[in-house]
């Protein structure tokens, strides 16, 4: 019954396309299946619920998903790839995790109220950050130098019921003709959260703090300099679904830039930044019972890098070159407490020391053929090292890969071309790219990493050959004054596919673990991406999403890949007008029969949730309050998903209430 209802909802969005005949035509774009979300208005006051996890927002990407280990720092995937096989960064800044089980991804470095907008690019339609295969998120911040002069802020708080989490943030800005400044800050603390039936989830809770601030000066119209601070800081962090939690998880990122903005002339912006981040993870078995043998884990990664971006036209030309680079350090080791005080500790390096050195050039060129076509072909060659810079790590490593070199080089390389035809209110667009990846630093010189998914231990491989993938893209898009629709597909085969394989010779060393898996290559595995989007505006105040996503993933044997989505929807229905806002919305999967059990996976069911929410803002002497309130899974739903590890189950009924006062 509720599958029915699911899909009554998707045709009740479909069938609206016969309603609207008004004529409209569509400006020529680009293929990119690039999801813009929110814009110079503040993101967050934009949605329904103001004060969710950015991790939240990108799940209205139909190219994303979240791989979920607890209530707190999920980890995204990009047409059911995960961060190995993408590139994520902040306002165009790489940076790494310093967690080899990763707990700590770079969305958890910036919060909703300092999001300007987020760019999902699917594949090489967006590879400018770095080599990539499943494609790039880009972190955008609020840009406060387009705001008009003078003193503006924000105050927010929030409540959630289920895991009575409290927040409350503040943000400060001035902006004058030759000057701009701004801070934000965010807390969140939370509780452990209760499943469906009131089921509570031990090691669920988590604290965290977010200070974003950035300056910048004016020297003229044309030219801008400007730094920018990010200071996150999580503690007592809980992770259900993993045998340890996390004591801290704390990021200091740092950037200065420069920006050119000529009036006239072929060079239309230029941007150079430097930056440094750092990144300290430390996890935590103290607090769980029954632990074996106690184990303290923690991980560094620290990064410096730059980039020269200039973007620019000529003629029927729109062109980009992005010259980037980075230099990468990480660490990241294990000391272990036998139960017995005479015996010794026992320490090894989980990642001894890797350095990664990166240079690379992007190359983009927008074709305007002709009022309504556009061909856009881009091209990336990287230089990519790995070096080993700590002894005791490169011997112990040594013990399975006698010959390696300390030192390896390797040339990365990726080669797209997308063509977009544009016919009144149709949009059709096509794409073939080639692509290739480095090994990541645990797929290359992880050593004795667990997985308490499928219960191994993991060893890096550092004679693995580059990742190469084939990928090919198409789209139909249909649009008019009232309705917004596209479908797109994307197939990627991938060769020298990276992932674990079975060796019976080596014993493990976590204790209970089934045993160790060296990352191997497959000959190929092949991933299939398809998805619709629809939004239509009726009644004047009223619109209608539906969104349906269906993904396959098989490897050379025809096993299936883990991870990878069962079909899954998402409609909803909203009500905006004036300073009202409310809306229904219903999500769901389908059952996972297509599960990777040759991997370790189990089936997951299929599950139906429901959401409803309501808002309303007024002016208070000049200023504006926003208050907004919802019940999250509704019928409190007990379920988990395919993406959640260990199937975990997801957060039961949750009342939200949030309020922002801001000021201008």
Avoid at 277 to 297: C, E, F, G, L, S
Wanted: aromatic share 14%; proline share 3%; charged share 20%.
């Amino acid at each position: 019954m509720k599958n029915i209802t699911a899909i009554l909802l998707v045709i009740f969005s479909t069938v609206c396309w016969a309603q609207e005949k008004k004529n409209d035509t569509l400006a020529a774009v680009n293929l990119n299946e690039i999801i813009v979300i929110g814009k110079k208005t503040p993101l967050n006051l934009k949605q329904p619920k103001s004060l969710t996890s950015v991790e939240d927002y990108l799940m209205g990407s139909s190219k994303m998903n979240m791989i979920k280990r607890g209530a707190y720092a999920w980890e995204p995937t990009i047409n059911n790839m995960s961060t190995e096989r993408t590139v994520i960064t902040i306002d165009g800044m790489r940076i790494f995790g310093a967690c080899t089980d990763k707990m700590d991804p770079v969305t958890s470095y910036v919060e909703i109220s300092n999001l300007s907008e987020a760019t999902v690019a699917s594949g090489q339609q967006a590879s400018c950050h770095g080599a990539t295969i499943g494609g790039s998120i880009d972190l955008k911040r609020n840009q406060y130098k387009h705001r008009k002069n003078g003193w503006n802020g924000s105050l927010s708080s929030g409540y959630e019921s289920n895991n009575q989490q409290k927040i409350i943030g503040a943000a400060l800005g001035y902006t004058d003709s030759t000057f701009f400044a701004h801070v934000d800050f965010m807390h969140r603390d939370a509780e452990n959260y209760k499943a469906g039936n009131e089921k509570e989830i031990n090691f669920s809770q988590f604290t965290k703090y977010n200070i974003s601030a950035n300056a910048g000066y004016f020297i003229d119209k044309k030219n801008v300099l400007e730094t920018s601070i990010i200071y996150d800081k999580a503690v007592n962090v809980g992770y259900p679904a993993l045998p340890m939690d996390v004591l801290l998880a704390e990021a200091k990122i740092i950037s200065l830039s420069y920006k050119y903005i000529p009036d006239s002339g072929v060079i239309s912006d230029w941007e150079t930044k430097g930056y440094f981040n750092t990144i300290t993870h430390k996890m935590d078995d103290t607090k769980r019972p029954a632990v074996p043998i106690h184990m303290d884990m923690p991980g560094w990664s620290d990064t410096y890098g730059f980039y020269s971006k200039i973007k620019g036209k000529h003629e029927n030309h729109e062109f980009l070159a992005d010259l980037n680079s980075f230099y990468n350090k990480a660490v990241a080791e294990m000391t272990m407490y036998p139960a017995d005080l005479t015996e010794n500790l026992m320490f090894m390096y989980t990642w001894p020391d890797i350095r990664t050195l990166y240079n690379g050039l992007s190359l983009e060129d927008n074709i305007t053929i002709s009022p309504e076509t556009i061909l856009r072909i881009s091209t990336n060659l990287g230089f990519h090292s790995n070096t080993v810079a700590n002894d005791f790590g490169l011997q112990s490593l040594r013990i399975f890969y006698p010959e390696m070199n300390a030192t390896q080089n390797r040339f990365l390389k990726s080669l797209s071309g997308n063509y977009t035809k544009n016919a009144g209110k149709l949009e059709l667009g096509f794409g073939l790219a080639y692509a290739e990846r480095a090994p990541s630093v645990s797929e290359g010189y992880g050593f004795y990493l667990y997985n308490s998914n499928d219960f191994y231990d993991y060893i890096g491989n550092p004679n693995l050959k580059n990742e190469k993938a084939v990928e090919g893209n198409l789209s139909f898009g249909f649009k008019n004054s009232r309705l917004t629709s596209k479908v797109t597909a994307s197939y990627f085969h991938i060769s020298n596919y990276i992932i674990g394989k079975i060796d019976p010779k080596i014993l493990p060393m976590t204790i209970g673990a089934s045993g160790v898996k060296i990352y191997d290559a497959i000959n190929y595995a092949s991933i299939f991406n398809t998805d619709f989007n629809l939004e239509y505006f009726f009644l004047q105040n009223w619109n209608i999403k539906t969104q349906i996503a269906y993904s396959l993933g098989k490897d050379d044997q025809e096993n299936d890949l883990p991870f990878i989505s069962p079909l899954r929807y998402y409609a909803g229905i909203e009500f905006k007008k004036e300073k009202i806002n409310a809306g229904i919305f219903a999500s769901g999967n389908l059952a996972q029969n297509n599960f990777a059990k040759v991997y370790g996976q189990i089936k997951a069911p299929d599950y139906l949730i429901f959401n409803i929410n309501a808002g309303y803002s007024f002016n208070w002497n000049q200023n504006k309050i926003k208050a907004q309130t919802g019940i999250e899974n509704i019928f409190d739903k007990y379920y988990a998903t395919f993406s959640d590890w260990n199937k975990i189950p997801r957060m039961g009924r949750n009342a939200f209430i949030n309020l922002t006062y801001s000021f201008h």
